[in-house]
């Protein structure tokens, strides 16, 4: 398959340190799962073309570190972001006490109109649970947020969080709710749509990406 | 059975009669690393008075802002490098002063003192050879190498107390305590206050050394401009929070200063490569980044080594800097899944603020890792588009099969064995340094291997070990070395025993450690030395890099 798409979304993924934002991405761009990775320095970039309702669209993400030092580095990523995934980790609270901060952030700092999914990592670790489902339910609907519990682990749910996000990115683009002509909505189209005449410059090619995955 | 030049004037002519510039390998015009990285430098760090060394640790000028200032960035958003009050008011604050509340502490809960007491004397911290404690000046702990900070406190505390007497009440400053096994030497450095505790053959000056880079690991991660607002704003500020995931870089920092004698000798390894190899890749990055203009270096590495340098004009990096960047790198396997994008403070440049880098590895069949430096923080696209060019050319060029033949020391390569190619069968190991362009080569070259080794055997490592290594590598030679390394004056040492006959020689162009077999007469180690130059020099431009590119 070719590097054509029709949409380019830009993504986020963001949440305290060790829930497991990289492993997330890795999973989702088709790298391996490791145990013991080291904390992410500054932000780490993934990117992988995926169909969405017949249309090829390239996520663009983002996988921003949870320490505290680098959240003026992160928060300049957020700027023009269309989708974010908002993790904690199932198996700590403190993750979970967390999220106001990090859904503030998002709001704030990316766009009123920023997509988000909430996603509760490490449900493979069952036996060392600390936030239930339900509770986790509760707090997405209080938040409009939509909500999947993910394991990076065995892979469980994390393609489908991130076209969860992007099928609601589209929708609202089509509905006309989101402006991808608009600078900062987070979307510009890609070198195969029909709405411009000419392509706008083709992002390069990352390393991970690999055609046959298309 | 010692002896040196100074009792021995025909050898010192001997040695003299050789036309030294014809016998300085590696020595060029331009150098890519900038040399200045000495024990010269520390060496000045020791004789500081009180009032100079506070005075030194405020940045002055900003090599950032002149590089920003001259592209013509005036109206671009200043670089935050310093975390807003705000931040920090959010923490509950303390209302004594650490040491005080420790000692209190320690007298107010008779079991608490006696857990203490057992978690200090306990096989995990006593059996260690060496220890590294890094703590604020206000007592708190920080960091420590082994063991637990927090059960550390009451320690930091005490040492907190004796750096402040010796500095309140003597006006002076307080260097190191020797006993009878062991010696414990004092860093104080800005806000902070490192001590290493050591029971090997190092010295003073090169522990003090050790303690500095840890330092600037640290600079590396937060800028000194907002470490030193940090506790000026917050003097008990727990600055393990803002540290948080940086122990690796500490931890790993400290392996390699032990294992790797390039720390010790404020130079830096480059992987040998043939010439052309080198030149197309300079050429490529150079093609691929002129057009960018505020990137400052280019560098790319592999396996703890430099591969190639390219710079803006006037600026250069130095040794020391370089380090921190290779212990980025080795300490951190997500870089070679993503593409990184990253603020990286480098205190010799500029400790002031953040380089922003884009950190990849070009390929996932080549173990090379390139790092582009920016001033601007916005530059991450036209960098990743730079990036993927490079890797392109040097997969056409072949030159990815050049790193990965030298990173895996094909045996074909003259300089991935260069004892055997030498044909002197009564070295055992040398390292040379060349003093013009502070880089080193030594007789057994890092590997792949060899790097991971070092990871999983300190996993477990540390303890005082009484048994001799099976195979000797690079360290346990250059822990011999130790006692002649950092000596100010050129000289000639020679000294023959049963065990090994060690040879050094220092010049103002270069350093030169041999050992060779036991009882070696003198006149043959002239003469062997002689020729091991000449090989180097043969070699040079393979395992040096002669110039300085710009873009």
Same mark, same amino acid.
């Given at each position: 398959?070719?590097?054509?798409?029709?949409?380019?979304?830009?993504?986020?993924?963001?949440?305290?340190?060790?829930?497991?934002?990289?492993?997330?991405?890795?999973?989702?761009?088709?790298? &391996?799962?490791?145990?013991?990775?080291?904390?992410?320095?500054?932000?780490?970039?993934?990117?992988?073309?995926?169909?969405?309702?017949?249309?090829?669209? @390239?996520?663009?993400?983002?996988?921003?570190?949870?320490?505290?030092?680098?959240?003026?580095?992160?928060?300049?990523?957020?700027?023009?972001?269309?989708?974010?995934?908002?993790?904690?980790?199932?198996?700590?609270?403190?993750?979970?006490?967390?999220?106001?901060?990090?859904?503030?952030?998002?709001?704030?700092?990316?766009?009123?109109?920023?997509?988000?999914?909430?996603?509760?990592?490490?449900?493979?670790?069952?036996?060392?649970?600390?936030?239930?489902?339900?509770?986790?339910?509760?707090?997405?609907?209080?938040?409009?947020?939509?909500?999947?519990?993910?394991?990076?682990?065995?892979?469980?749910?994390?393609?489908?969080?991130?076209?969860?996000?992007?099928?609601?990115?589209?929708?609202?683009?089509?509905?006309?709710?989101?402006?991808?002509?608009?600078?900062?909505?987070?979307?510009?189209?890609?070198?195969?749509?029909?709405?411009?005449?000419?392509?706008? &410059?083709?992002?390069?090619?990352?390393?991970?990406?690999?055609?046959?995955? %298309? | 059975?010692?002896?040196?030049? @100074?009792?021995?004037?025909?050898?010192?002519?001997?040695?003299?009669?050789?036309?030294?510039?014809?016998?300085?390998?590696?020595?060029?015009?331009?150098?890519?690393?900038?040399?200045?990285?000495?024990?010269?430098?520390?060496?000045?760090?020791?004789?500081?008075?009180?009032?100079?060394?506070?005075?030194?640790?405020?940045?002055?000028?900003?090599?950032?802002?002149?590089?920003?200032?001259?592209?013509?960035?005036?109206?671009?958003?200043?670089? @935050?490098?310093?975390?807003?009050?705000?931040? %920090?008011?959010?923490?509950?604050?303390?209302?004594?002063?650490?040491?005080?509340?420790?000692?209190?502490?320690?007298?107010?809960?008779?079991?608490?003192?006696?857990?203490?007491?057992?978690?200090?004397?306990?096989?995990?911290?006593?059996?260690?050879?060496?220890?590294?404690? *890094?703590?604020?000046?206000?007592?708190?702990?920080?960091?420590?190498?082994?063991?637990?900070?927090?059960?550390?406190? =009451?320690?930091?505390?005490?040492?907190?107390?004796?750096?402040?007497?010796?500095?309140?009440?003597?006006?002076?400053?307080?260097?190191?305590?020797?006993?009878?096994?062991?010696?414990?030497?004092?860093?104080?450095?800005?806000?902070?206050?490192?001590?290493?505790?050591? &029971?090997?053959?190092?010295?003073?000056?090169?522990?003090?050394?050790?303690?500095?880079?840890?330092?600037?690991?640290?600079?590396?991660?937060?800028?000194?401009?907002?470490?030193?607002?940090?506790?000026?704003? $917050?003097?008990?500020?727990? %600055?393990?929070? %803002?540290?948080?995931?940086?122990?690796?870089?500490?931890?790993?920092?400290?392996?390699?200063?032990?294992?790797?004698?390039?720390?010790?000798?404020?130079?830096? $390894?480059?992987?040998?490569?043939?010439?052309?190899?080198?030149?197309?890749?300079?050429?490529?990055?150079?093609?691929?980044?002129?057009?960018?203009?505020?990137?400052?270096?280019?560098?790319?590495?592999?396996?703890?080594?430099?591969?190639?340098?390219?710079?803006?004009?006037?600026?250069?990096?130095?040794?020391?800097?370089?380090?921190?960047?290779?212990?980025?790198?080795?300490?951190?396997?997500?870089?070679?899944?993503?593409?990184?994008?990253?603020?990286?403070?480098?205190?010799?440049?500029?400790?002031? =603020?953040?380089?922003? =880098?884009?950190?990849?590895?070009?390929?996932?069949?080549?173990?090379?890792?390139?790092?582009?430096?920016?001033?601007?923080?916005?530059?991450?696209?036209?960098?990743?588009?730079?990036?993927?060019?490079?890797?392109?050319?040097?997969?056409?060029?072949?030159?990815?099969?050049?790193?990965?033949?030298?990173?895996?020391?094909?045996?074909?390569?003259?300089?991935?064995?260069?004892?055997?190619?030498?044909? *002197?069968?009564?070295?055992?190991?040398?390292?040379?340094?060349?003093?013009?362009?502070?880089?080193?080569?030594?007789?057994?070259?890092?590997?792949?291997?060899?790097?991971?080794?070092?990871?999983?055997?300190?996993?477990? =490592?540390?303890?005082?070990?009484?048994?001799?290594?099976?195979?000797?590598?690079?360290?346990?030679?250059?822990?011999?070395?130790?006692?002649?390394?950092?000596?100010?004056?050129?000289?000639?040492?020679?000294?023959?025993?049963?065990?090994?006959?060690?040879?050094?020689?220092?010049?103002?162009?270069?350093?030169?450690?041999?050992?060779?077999?036991?009882?070696?007469?003198?006149?043959?180690?002239?003469?062997?030395?002689?020729?091991?130059?000449?090989?180097? @020099?043969?070699?040079?431009?393979?395992?040096?890099?002669?110039?300085?590119?710009?873009?």
């Amino acid at each position: 398959m070719s590097e054509n798409y029709e949409y380019l979304f830009k993504f986020l993924v963001i949440g305290s340190a060790g829930t497991g934002k990289s492993s997330l991405l890795n999973n989702f761009i088709g790298n &391996k799962f490791k145990e013991d990775r080291c904390h992410t320095i500054g932000v780490e970039f993934g990117s992988k073309i995926v169909n969405i309702g017949g249309k090829s669209t @390239k996520l663009q993400i983002w996988d921003t570190a949870g320490q505290e030092r680098f959240r003026s580095v992160t928060r300049s990523y957020y700027r023009g972001a269309a989708g974010a995934l908002l993790v904690y980790d199932v198996t700590s609270r403190d993750s979970f006490n967390a999220l106001c901060n990090w859904l503030r952030d998002a709001r704030t700092l990316a766009s009123p109109n920023i997509v988000i999914l909430l996603v509760g990592n490490k449900k493979d670790l069952e036996e060392s649970r600390e936030v239930t489902y339900s509770e986790a339910s509760q707090f997405a609907e209080e938040n409009e947020l939509m909500f999947l519990e993910t394991s990076a682990k065995t892979g469980e749910n994390v393609e489908e969080a991130f076209l969860k996000c992007s099928k609601t990115i589209l929708a609202k683009i089509e509905t006309g709710e989101l402006d991808p002509e608009r600078i900062g909505s987070g979307i510009q189209y890609g070198t195969s749509s029909s709405k411009r005449i000419t392509a706008p &410059k083709k992002p390069a090619r990352t390393p991970s990406e690999c055609a046959c995955r %298309l | 059975m010692a002896s040196t030049s @100074k009792g021995d004037l025909p050898a010192s002519s001997d040695v003299q009669e050789n036309p030294t510039n014809e016998l300085e390998p590696g020595a060029c015009p331009e150098s890519v690393i900038n040399p200045t990285d000495s024990f010269e430098e520390f060496a000045s760090e020791m004789s500081t008075s009180l009032l100079e060394r506070k005075s030194s640790l405020t940045p002055h000028s900003s090599t950032i802002s002149e590089i920003q200032s001259e592209i013509g960035q005036n109206d671009k958003e200043p670089i @935050k490098t310093v975390k807003s009050s705000d931040d %920090l008011q959010t923490d509950d604050s303390v209302s004594a002063s650490a040491s005080t509340s420790n000692i209190c502490e320690q007298n107010g809960d008779e079991d608490d003192d006696d857990d203490v007491l057992d978690y200090l004397q306990s096989p995990e911290l006593v059996n260690k050879e060496k220890h590294v404690f *890094i703590l604020s000046s206000a007592g708190k702990p920080i960091y420590s190498r082994y063991g637990s900070e927090d059960k550390l406190a =009451g320690m930091c505390g005490v040492i907190q107390a004796l750096v402040s007497v010796v500095e309140d009440q003597n006006q002076d400053i307080l260097r190191s305590i020797t006993t009878n096994d062991c010696k414990a030497v004092f860093l104080v450095k800005g806000p902070l206050i490192l001590v290493a505790v050591s &029971k090997s053959n190092e010295n003073e000056t090169q522990l003090v050394l050790q303690l500095n880079y840890a330092f600037n690991q640290i600079v590396s991660v937060l800028t000194l401009t907002q470490l030193n607002r940090i506790f000026e704003q $917050r003097r008990n500020y727990d %600055l393990r929070r %803002l540290l948080s995931g940086a122990e690796r870089l500490i931890d790993h920092l400290l392996i390699f200063m032990e294992k790797d004698p390039a720390f010790l000798l404020g130079a830096v $390894r480059c992987l040998p490569l043939p010439v052309s190899a080198r030149e197309n890749i300079t050429n490529a990055i150079i093609s691929a980044c002129s057009k960018i203009r505020d990137l400052v270096f280019a560098i790319l590495i592999a396996g703890n080594q430099l591969i190639t340098l390219v710079r803006m004009k006037k600026y250069t990096l130095h040794p020391s800097d370089i380090h921190l960047l290779f212990n980025l790198v080795r300490s951190s396997e997500s870089f070679k899944t993503a593409e990184s994008w990253t603020p990286i403070c480098l205190p010799k440049f500029d400790s002031t =603020g953040f380089l922003h =880098g884009h950190v990849s590895y070009l390929a996932d069949d080549c173990q090379a890792c390139l790092l582009l430096l920016t001033v601007q923080r916005d530059a991450f696209f036209p960098l990743s588009q730079a990036k993927h060019t490079i890797t392109e050319k040097l997969r056409r060029s072949n030159c990815l099969t050049s790193i990965n033949d030298a990173l895996n020391r094909n045996e074909d390569l003259p300089t991935s064995n260069p004892l055997k190619y030498i044909g *002197i069968p009564e070295i055992r190991h040398f390292m040379y340094k060349c003093r013009f362009t502070a880089q080193l080569f030594t007789s057994d070259p890092l590997s792949l291997e060899r790097l991971q080794d070092y990871r999983i055997r300190h996993k477990e =490592g540390g303890d005082i070990s009484t048994k001799k290594p099976e195979k000797m590598s690079d360290i346990d030679y250059v822990k011999k070395y130790r006692k002649f390394c950092n000596q100010i004056h050129a000289k000639l040492i020679f000294r023959s025993n049963a065990e090994d006959t060690i040879l050094v020689w220092v010049t103002n162009g270069f350093e030169l450690y041999v050992t060779f077999d036991p009882l070696m007469e003198k006149d043959h180690a002239i003469k062997a030395v002689d020729r091991l130059l000449r090989w180097i @020099k043969k070699e040079e431009q393979r395992i040096f890099i002669m110039n300085a590119p710009t873009f």
